[in-house]
């Protein structure tokens, strides 16, 4: 943690300084607990193991919103609002269609939950209930959004919602892709364990925005914003394009001495809270291997154990949840640029829950900054400069 001592050119205030906060505690959170030193996460109280292995994705969304698993009957509703909500106001798809067919799909779907508000019945109602329903409605719509994207971006039209499939199973289908049962499992695990973080870029960015008493689609919209870097959710996206940039099992240690050498990062790798290993790694790793022998491609399942081994020669890093998530979503058939769109729609329900947290006992989030310029500069006429 790189600290200094914060001290105003007028020696008044002396506040502690955290480059990238890193060790300050932002907000106190319910929601999930992520213990770095015991490489533990904790969904409302339950380890993620326990989830990846028994949850679906709609349970542990109603989870988050609510604080506790859902009952038979409360799943169904869950189930039957979610399905209801998956289609987009038809304005949407007229606006899907006037984007350029090579924007950056996470730019699409930014600009999409930000129009998704001109259509939202509640959009000003920040009350907790309001705030649950469009909740909801946005966790539905994203994958809707992402798929209809895709779809009208290579010339072809929209895939309806199908009722009858789960939410995993739904987002497949909407992108045309295989709905094979083991598929399915292997996205909704992923659902599953990216649902949620701590305070993260992106979470820590929807908060600031629900701290405002802005409502939930500004603050998804920026939390959108926040996740497209490669640094966060954009790294699932750079991971994939390392696998194929290195091409080759034999050119793994080459290309990992070269990155150290020349101090480039290895994406997927290293973690703000996690220093001893990221807990859902070993989930997305065993799913990426599993999807690896489905589909008859274990090359880059193999790589990515190469570059694994390689990173450790050099550093104590592990890799995080977007290293084994690449390899995951290339098997399921998922175009790279889609990765970090993926990951939005796990991420939603967290964003959303986060919000929902903040608006019941809310205050302005507004921290300070440390002035390092000069004081007692004067203004100079523009013709003296
Ligand atoms: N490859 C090579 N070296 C690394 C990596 C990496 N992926 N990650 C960290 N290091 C090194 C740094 O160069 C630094 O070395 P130094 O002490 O010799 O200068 C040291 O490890 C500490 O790294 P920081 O970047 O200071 O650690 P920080 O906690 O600030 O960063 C981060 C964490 C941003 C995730 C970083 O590890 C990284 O850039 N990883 C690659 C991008 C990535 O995978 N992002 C996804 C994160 S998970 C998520 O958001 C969903």
């Known amino acids: 943690m790189t600290t200094a001592t914060l001290t105003q050119p007028n020696g008044a205030q002396r506040i502690p300084f955290s480059k990238g906060l890193d060790g300050v505690v932002a907000a106190q959170t319910e929601i999930s607990m992520v213990d770095g030193p015991n490489s533990t996460l904790l969904y409302r109280g339950i380890n993620i193991n326990e989830l990846a292995e028994h949850a679906t994705y709609e349970e542990v969304a109603f989870l988050l919103l609510n604080g506790h698993l859902p009952t038979r009957s409360e799943l169904a509703d869950f189930n039957a609002r979610l399905v209801a909500n998956r289609w987009l106001p038809a304005p949407m798809?007229?606006?899907?269609?006037?984007?350029?067919?090579?924007?950056?799909?996470?730019?699409?779907?930014?600009?999409?939950?930000?129009?998704?508000?001109?259509?939202?019945?509640?959009?000003?109602?920040?009350?907790?209930?309001?705030?649950?329903?469009?909740?909801?409605?946005?966790?539905?719509?994203?994958p809707t959004l992402t798929a209809a994207f895709d779809r009208i971006r290579n010339g072809k039209e929209p895939i309806a919602p199908n009722p009858r499939?789960?939410?995993?199973?739904?987002?497949?289908?909407?992108?045309?892709?295989?709905?094979?049962?083991?598929?399915?499992?292997?996205?909704?695990?992923?659902?599953?364990?990216?649902?949620d973080h701590g305070m993260n870029a992106s979470t820590f960015t929807a908060r600031v925005v629900a701290s405002t008493q802005a409502d939930l689609h500004s603050a998804v919209t920026s939390a959108l914003a926040s996740l497209k870097g490669p640094l966060h959710g954009g790294a699932n996206e750079a991971t994939m394009h390392m696998l194929l940039e290195i091409g080759e099992l034999e050119n793994v240690d080459a290309f990992v001495d070269r990155a150290f050498a020349t101090k480039r990062?290895?994406?997927?790798?290293?973690?703000r809270i996690y220093k001893h290993g990221d807990p859902r790694s070993a989930h997305l790793n065993r799913w990426s291997e599993r999807l690896g022998k489905k589909v008859n491609q274990l090359k880059y399942y193999e790589m990515s154990l190469a570059v694994e081994r390689a990173v450790l020669r050099h550093k104590e890093l592990y890799p995080n949840v977007d290293f084994f998530s690449a390899t995951l979503l290339y098997d399921l058939g998922i175009p790279i640029d889609l990765f970090t769109p993926m990951f939005a729609c796990a991420r939603v329900a967290g964003w959303c829950a986060h919000v929902i947290e903040q608006y019941r006992d809310n205050v302005l989030i507004r921290p300070q900054s440390e002035y390092i310029g000069p004081v007692g500069v004067h203004y100079v006429p523009i013709d003296e400069r």
Do not use: C, W
Not at 94 to 100: A, C
Not at 122 to 130: C, F, H, L, P, V
Not at 169 to 182: C, F, I, Q, V
Not at 265 to 271: A, R, S
């Open 265 to 271: 990062k290895i994406m997927g790798f290293g973690h």
């Open 165 to 195: 499939l789960s939410h995993a199973a739904n987002t497949l289908y909407m992108l045309g892709l295989s709905t094979d049962p083991e598929f399915v499992r292997a996205l909704d695990v992923y659902f599953i364990l990216l649902a």
């Open 93 to 142: 798809y007229d606006l899907l269609r006037t984007l350029p067919r090579d924007t950056i799909p996470m730019e699409a779907l930014r600009t999409a939950v930000s129009a998704l508000a001109f259509y939202d019945p509640e959009i000003e109602d920040i009350s907790i209930e309001a705030t649950r329903r469009k909740s909801v409605r946005l966790i539905a719509q994203l």
